[in-house]
């Protein structure tokens, strides 16, 4: 899977947006941008994922470059509960039951 | 709930013991996997199970062995374990689809190797 780079840590205030960005510039045409979260203590969790148009759910947005070289995950208003490790994720669109391959990811801290 | 129940969640076993780690999923999906997350460390994947046939192993030491008796249940037996093997155990699962598949996780099983 090619590589993704985020961010160690970021921070935010309670009830307000959260940018969270991600770079893949070696990303090919056929790579799905995944996102995961991971809360303390528990397994990881999907929130959102996309190809090359934006898309949003109930969890949050997800904002793509035009020349997909990076992505940005929106959470509109975030919350103590956002409070965890986020994971960009590139999935080969060709096969299936491949590996997930997590990298460091960011830690956000949402204060009161 | 996920969908995928990991037991036990918290283990502590002696270099000598044999235990097993054992995940279901009720989500009917077709494809399984094993991951270790070591304090501070990302996920590393250990083994993957696609319609009950194992598709990657990822280098995993043979202390540990695992087992996929059907598509709902995947096993991770523990023999001889060292203390380094402390971490957090995750086992997910997901419906194979090209670059849409979405994995779930379940809440892991912390072991630690005394």
């Known amino acids: 899977d090619a590589k993704t780079t985020q961010p160690n840590s970021m921070e935010s205030n309670e009830e307000e947006p959260v940018h969270l960005p991600c770079n893949h510039s070696?990303?090919?045409?056929?790579?799905?941008i995944h996102w995961y979260r991971q809360l303390p203590s528990q397994g990881p969790e999907y929130v959102i994922h996309?190809?090359?148009s934006n898309v949003n759910n109930r969890m949050a947005s997800l904002a793509i470059a035009e020349d997909r070289k990076s992505s940005t995950l929106i959470l509109h208003r975030a919350t103590l509960r956002d409070a965890a490790v986020y994971y960009c994720?590139?999935?080969?669109?060709?096969?299936?039951?491949?590996?997930?391959?997590f990298g460091e990811g960011t830690q956000l801290t949402v204060n009161p | 709930e996920t969908g995928v129940t990991q037991t036990p969640r918290h283990l502590v076993m002696g270099m000598t013991n044999k235990k097993s780690l054992k995940c279901e999923q009720h989500?009917?999906?077709?494809?399984m996997y094993w991951y270790k997350q070591s304090a501070k460390k990302p996920l590393e994947l250990m083994f993957v199970?696609?319609?009950?046939?194992?598709?990657e192993n990822n280098s995993v030491p043979s202390r540990f062995s695992p087992e996929c008796p059907n598509s709902s249940h995947l096993f991770l037996h523990l023999h001889t374990l060292q203390p380094e093997d402390s971490a957090l155990y995750l086992c997910?699962?997901?419906?194979?689809?090209?670059?849409?598949?979405?994995?779930?996780f379940g809440s892991g099983t912390q072991l630690s190797v005394l």
């Open positions: 989500l009917g999906h077709n494809a």
């Open positions: 996309g190809l090359t």
């Open positions: 994720i590139l999935r080969d669109g060709e096969t299936s039951g491949s590996r997930l391959t």
């Open positions: 997910a699962s997901s419906q194979l689809r090209p670059g849409n598949e979405k994995l779930f």
């Open positions: 199970y696609n319609f009950k046939e194992q598709t």
């Open positions: 070696t990303i090919s045409g056929t790579d799905y």
